[in-house]
């Protein structure tokens, strides 16, 4: 297990799924570097809510948090452009490498994303991934893709249990509208319903018959964004949160029938692994309003809607 690529797992959900995916890339084996301890305040970790293959082994490393979270942000800057980001970067990969060898025992070598979306590279020896690395390349492998697909709730909530046998036998679109953190990011954009409307009109002309399921962090803002869709809907269910639990209401999305995505990891993935593989799937593009989209994060699949242009307007 010594040379097994390490996964620094960041962020919420959908991230972490991008990063599991990318280390799965690499081999199928992989070693995740977690805060297991999960203290008082402190973000939890999604993905060690699901039932893990046991290919996934869970690394026992100190985790040097307060570098990873300077870490993150310098990869957050580096994707808006700032001009002494990528030297920046290059002096904290050998940093952290060589604090991450004195205080666990252990070499590393700090393979990070560039920018949010794919790129190729020669990966080093014994790597240490940290990054974003949001790109459907990672599951066009078949074995990446199985080790993804099956991935299911540790717990399921017979909340979960009934939600689900409603959601599959409904037919039901899932609309994802993602809010919460967003609203203060002008740099990624808030979709309009206008997107959701001519979304929902690309993927059945006759949608106003279909049950439509919508999912939001904030679903009482999201009833006032999509009140036309609410009026027009057959049967519209609001989502916000199943049994509390980040990894049930995301593993509930994925029995939609088709759907509608937000510029959003989280929605991202429910779709991809969507139980149902027949099901059509309409994503924003541009992914963001302010940069610059993650390269080949849209599989050539799935239907495309205008999301922003300069003109746009922040509604909220």
Not at 125 to 144: A, D, M, N
């Amino acid at each position: 297990m010594v040379n097994l690529p390490i996964v620094g797992l960041s962020g919420g959900l959908g991230n972490q799924l991008f990063q599991l995916a990318r280390g799965l890339a690499l081999n199928d084996q992989i070693v995740l570097d977690v805060d297991t301890a999960r203290k008082k305040g402190s973000n939890p970790v999604d993905l060690l809510d699901l039932n893990l293959p046991d290919q996934i082994h869970v690394g026992k490393f100190a985790r040097l948090k307060l570098l990873r979270s300077i870490y993150n942000g310098l990869l957050g800057n580096s994707t808006k452009g700032h001009m002494f980001a990528p030297l920046i970067l290059l002096s904290y990969q050998y940093f952290f490498k060589l604090l991450y060898l004195a205080v666990n025992n252990r070499i590393i070598n700090v393979f990070s994303s560039r920018g949010l979306g794919f790129h190729e590279t020669k990966v080093p020896h014994t790597p240490y991934l940290v990054g974003y690395f949001q790109s459907y390349r990672w599951v066009e492998s078949t074995k990446v893709f199985k080790l993804l697909y099956e991935l299911s709730p540790k717990r399921k909530s017979d909340e979960l249990q009934n939600a689900i046998e409603e959601i599959t036998s409904s037919n039901a679109i899932a609309l994802h509208v993602r809010l919460g953190d967003y609203l203060l990011e002008k740099d990624f954009g808030n979709l309009t319903e206008t997107y959701y409307l001519n979304a929902l009109n690309q993927i059945d002309s006759e949608w106003t018959n279909r049950d439509i399921w919508v999912f939001s962090d904030d679903i009482n803002l999201a009833r006032i964004k999509l009140v036309n869709i609410a009026d027009k809907g057959k049967s519209v269910t609001w989502i916000e949160s199943i049994n509390n639990s980040t990894v049930e209401t995301w593993f509930l999305m994925r029995h939609a029938s088709d759907f509608v995505i937000a510029n959003s990891t989280f929605s991202w993935w429910a779709a991809i692994l969507r139980f149902n593989q027949k099901g059509i799937v309409c994503a924003p593009d541009p992914w963001f309003k302010g940069i610059n989209s993650p390269a080949e994060i849209i599989p050539m699949s799935w239907l495309r809607e205008k999301s922003f242009t300069k003109n746009d307007l922040q509604v909220f």
